[in-house]
């Protein structure tokens, strides 16, 4: 009888497991955000907006606020992925910093985003001789950066097992916010210009 009962009390505690998923969506919000504050220049180009359009913008958020409160917005409660440590910080500091030297090597083709994420020097040929040694020094910083990040997200939300799920996330999300005429490459191998 002894016997019985302590294996049943195996049993139901063999039961008990407790799921924590990875966030996917809220990975790839972190990610877009993350990745458009890095690559963040101040583009003197745009147009200021014509006060019509402001007036308009103004007119719809009114709107959009009286309807708040007169009909309470329903949201769906979404898992949350934290992004912000000292770690984050300082990393997305450094990249974003970097990214303005980086940007003339994307623009020109000589640097690609491979289909892991990383950085790589499309053709080191094609790179001039003067500036080669300048781009495999930020390419190797921004990759090794990047790791960096990816663990520091997955210890910031108690999971550091979750490093390859959020690489593989921001590897996506790195291709998907390239800017046009930028390298990347494809799942099968092959470089493509966005």
Known sequence: MKKISIIGALLLTACVTINIYFPAAAAEKAADQIIKDIQQTTDSSQKPQSDLQSLKIVFYRLIDGVLNVVIAPAHAQQADLSIDSPEI?????????????????????????????????????????????????????????????????????????????????????????ARSGWWYQAPNGSWRQK
Not at 117 to 136: H, Y
Not at 155 to 175: D, E, L, M, V
């Open 89 to 177: 910080r300082r990393l997305t500091a450094s990249m974003q910093n970097r990214f303005s030297s980086l940007k003339p090597y994307y623009d020109a083709g000589y640097i690609g985003i491979s289909s892991d994420g990383l950085l790589v020097v499309r053709d080191p040929s094609a790179v001039p001789l003067r500036d080669r040694t300048q781009v495999n020094r930020l390419v190797a910083a921004e990759n090794a950066d990047r790791n960096k990040l990816y663990q520091a997200i997955a210890n910031a939300n108690g999971q550091p097992n979750w490093f390859t799920q959020i690489k593989s996330t921001f590897a996506a999300r790195w291709i998907g916010n």
